[in-house]
């Protein structure tokens, strides 16, 4: 197995772990696991050609789509609302 396959797996188990926790505590590891993300994409993409790349973008997109979107809202001079 490569290891960013490897990584990428432990990604997902670490992203699976975050979501179980209680919203306070999910900040921390979710927004190391969105700085992480690119990282792992890139190297997928790297090792196994862009059809796996693209699809490990879909699925981040798809998991982080609420930080996405919060992240665009500010960026854009909003200010969304942060849930509790």
Same mark, same amino acid.
């Given at each position: 197995m490569s290891w960013s396959v490897l990584? @990428?797996? &432990?990604? *997902? %188990? @670490?992203? $699976? *772990? $975050? @979501? %179980? %926790?209680?919203?306070? &505590?999910q900040y921390a590891p979710g927004l190391t696991l969105l700085v992480l993300a690119p990282v792992v994409i890139v190297w997928l993409l790297i090792d196994f050609g862009w059809i796996w790349g693209l699809l490990a973008l879909a699925a981040f997109v798809s998991m982080f789509r609420n930080p996405l979107k919060y992240f665009y809202a500010r960026a854009r001079g909003q200010k969304p609302e942060v849930p509790k």
């Open positions: 990584f @990428a797996s &432990l990604w *997902v %188990l @670490a992203g $699976t *772990v $975050t @979501a %179980l %926790l209680p919203m306070r &505590l």
